[in-house]
């Protein structure tokens, strides 16, 4: 619960249902992403993870937010999309993926976002990383623990970048949307920059909504994060129980099954909703150049593969 009552969680993305009006999850990924907010159950029984074939996925399915995969990668890197669209209205020059300009650490990982928004005088490396509350490692706030885990891997390389005038600045957010202070300070200096730019009044709104966007991203990688983890039904398997009435879209086939059945063909046509949705939302090319640090993201040990 802590991480959903935080004060720096938003649950805007609750709200952003209209696809006129910015990011938004789809149908199907919004009941599994609310499923997972209130840890509801997503599988019947326990199963083994399909994606490690190590640890047991539980019935709410956290585990498949501690499982390093693609979809952690690709998650990491929609947070950081969004974000750059907010750093954008005031430094058109940022941009992501930028090699960190410290030649003693050649094999560093690139810059999320390399930018001159963050803070006035100085280009600034800003580090995105998402973590589980229940990944190894997190302890009692995940989002400190991967702030931290993110000051020690750039601690040799801090002077340099210091000598260049550059700081690096981790944002670690949680899988269900909390934030380290520094990812709910900076967009704000952000905002504030952005305002006085364009002469606006106030800057409140601009930092709700970058927040906003990037909630819904949070929550459209845990949910792809879990889908592709669910038993995948196929057409022929549908067809052997429900036999030839069930369409895959109705709820009820036209052989009338009984009330449990019914349920189950819903929740049968849920899960293949979303695959689907999750099918089409995952880009399993779009790989991190360093997938090994990849998680970017999300896995299940901090000291490990968990990290950028
Ligand atoms: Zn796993």
């Given at each position: 619960m802590r991480e959903l009552r935080g004060?720096?969680?938003?649950?805007d993305w609750l709200k952003a249902l209209n696809p006129a009006r910015g990011a938004r999850l789809s149908d199907a990924h919004f009941l599994t992403a609310f499923k997972l907010r209130v840890g509801?159950?997503?599988?019947d029984e326990p199963m083994l993870?399909?994606?490690?074939?190590?640890a047991i996925l539980d019935r709410a399915c956290t585990h498949a937010l501690c499982c390093a995969s693609a979809e952690s990668t690709k998650g990491n890197n929609k947070v950081r999309d969004s974000l750059l669209q907010l750093v954008s209205l005031v430094d058109a020059a940022a941009d992501k993926e930028v090699p960190e300009p410290t030649p003693s650490a050649?094999?560093?990982?690139?810059?999320d976002i390399f930018t001159s928004?963050?803070?006035?005088g100085c280009q600034v490396v800003l580090d995105v990383g998402i973590v589980s509350?229940?990944?190894?490692?997190?302890?009692?706030?995940c989002c400190e623990a991967m702030f931290q885990k993110k000051l020690r891997t750039h601690e040799p390389y801090l002077e340099e970048l210091e000598r260049q005038h550059i700081r690096h600045i981790p944002l670690a957010f949680s899988t269900y949307g909390r934030v380290c202070p520094e990812a709910s300070a900076t967009p704000t200096c952000i905002a504030q920059r952005a305002a006085r730019r364009k002469g606006l009044?106030?800057?409140?709104g601009i930092p709700r909504r970058a927040m906003a966007g990037i909630g819904v991203q949070l929550w459209r990688s845990a949910t792809a994060m879990t889908s592709t983890r669910l038993p995948r039904a196929t057409p022929e398997g549908i067809i052997a129980i429900?036999?030839?009435?069930?369409?895959?879209?109705?709820?009820?086939?036209s052989d009338e099954p009984s009330e449990v059945e019914s349920t189950t063909a819903s929740s049968q046509s849920e899960n293949l909703s979303a695959l689907n949705e999750s099918g089409s939302d995952i880009?399993?090319?779009?790989?991190?150049?360093?997938k090994s640090m990849s998680g970017s993201g999300v896995c299940s040990d901090l000291g490990s593969a968990m990290a950028d």
């Open positions: 004060p720096s969680v938003s649950h509801f159950r997503i599988v993870c399909p994606e490690c074939g190590v050649p094999t560093l990982r690139p810059a928004a963050a803070v006035p509350p229940d990944a190894t490692g997190a302890g009692p706030d009044v106030s800057h409140r429900f036999g030839d009435g069930f369409d895959g879209e109705s709820h009820v086939s880009d399993l090319g779009e790989d991190h150049p360093d």
